[in-house]
Structure formats: C-alpha cells, structure tokens
C-alpha cells in the first residue's frame, strides 16, 4: 500500500497560466477528498468524491477551479487562470467510506504562482 | 461563525512536560479525528475517536459529544512531539470534513 500519491509535488505557474494536479487514492476507498492548505487560512475544504461521484464542491472557487474524478484510480483538480493568491499545498485525501473511518493524506502539491 | 476551535494556538514546553489540547466545536457530528503534521509534513491521523477515550503510546484523545470537545493528551513530551496537532470534524449531514486552525507544538530540549 504506498498510500495516496499526489504529483507533482511542487508546481510553479506563471499567473494566468493553467494548473492540474493529480491524486491517485489508496486502492479501495471509496471518498476522496482535496483541501487547500495555507498560513493564514488553515486547511480549507474544497470538494469530495463518493464513489466517483461529485459529492459537494461548496469549497471550490467556483470560475477557475474544477475536479474531476474519471476513474477509482485518480482524481485531478485543474485551476484555469491561475492566480497569486491561489499558491498555497494542495491536499488529497482518501478513506474507506465517507463519516466512518480514518483520512489519509497524500504528502501535498505545492503550488507557487509567480 | 468557526465551527472548530482549537486550543491554546500555540505551545512552548520543555521536554519532559505534558501538553493538553483542546477542540471545540459548534455543530454536531458524526466523527472526531486527530492529526499531526511536521513542518512541511503530510497529516498523519493520531486518531479516529468519535467518542470516549483512546490510547496510543504516549497520546490520550477524549471525546465528549454532549460537552462538544475532544482534547488530545501528550506525557512527557519529547523534541520530536514538535509540530502542528489538528482536529478535524466530521460534520452531520453535511459531506465535508472540516479542521480547526491547529495547535503549534514547540518541544525544546
């Protein structure tokens, strides 16, 4: 079990320029989860898988950010425009089920917008 | 308003002494979880504790539904305790898990 992968681990983007960033959960979880992780915000919810199925995306900025999940095996948050603001350590989590067990992290995307 | 805070914000000891954190929150849930992050870590889960007491090690989580709180006990810190403990909730009826700010963990040696 080598865990939830992210790639890349760091990105950098020059502002305007697209980003996608790639999460492949534990084999056999079924919730999927990306939070976003800065200083001064903490870790944000953004939006959560169950069973491939978009569950609530109530944490995503809504014009320039999207996740998709095609397949068990990966899911991708894709950040059009990318701004300044948007640097920050994006995280993928993943568990058995959604509301009964354990999250498990992958190590993070880190993300810096020039 | 915060559905989740967590206290004290920040926390110098020296090695040897024991730490209490504490988790608040608003809303009720289903599940209560603790994690640990090194600087520039990952989260690494300390526990799944939807209520009562557990142990592991050194650690002691207690969750109190009806009072709304979850602290997390650390004995006889050591250096390495060093880092950020966060709580996380898993809320009812909502599909989300959300976390407080975390407590920032200095253990000197």
């Known amino acids: 079990n080598a865990g939830v992968i992210q790639t890349p681990r760091h990105k950098v983007t020059g502002k305007g320029q697209e980003a996608t960033l790639w999460c492949e959960p534990i084999s056999g979880h079924s919730a999927v989860f990306w939070y976003r992780q800065t200083i001064v915000q903490g870790l944000e919810f953004l939006t959560y898988f169950r069973n491939q199925a978009p569950i609530d995306d109530s944490g995503m900025p809504k014009e320039r950010f999207s996740a998709q999940m095609p397949n068990q095996s990966h899911s991708t948050l894709k950040i059009q425009s990318t701004q300044p603001q948007d640097s920050a350590v994006y995280l993928c989590a993943s568990s058995l089920d959604w509301g009964v067990n354990t999250l498990y992290f992958g190590a993070g995307t880190r993300l810096s917008v020039l | 308003g915060q559905q989740v805070q967590q206290s004290p914000a920040s926390l110098v000891l020296q090695e040897g002494e024991n730490a209490e954190l504490q988790c608040n929150f608003s809303?009720?849930?289903?599940?209560m979880q603790w994690f640990y992050q090194r600087p520039g870590g990952s989260l690494v889960s300390l526990f799944y504790n939807p209520s009562g007491t557990k142990h592991s090690g050194r650690l002691t989580s207690t969750t109190v539904i009806k009072e709304r709180r979850s602290s997390l006990h650390i004995s006889s810190s050591q250096t390495t305790d060093s880092g950020t403990y966060l709580c996380?909730?898993?809320?009812?009826?909502?599909?989300?898990?959300?976390f407080g700010k975390g407590t920032h963990l200095h253990v000197l040696p």
């Open positions: 996380a909730l898993d809320i009812t009826n909502a599909y989300k898990v959300i």
């Open positions: 809303t009720s849930l289903n599940s």
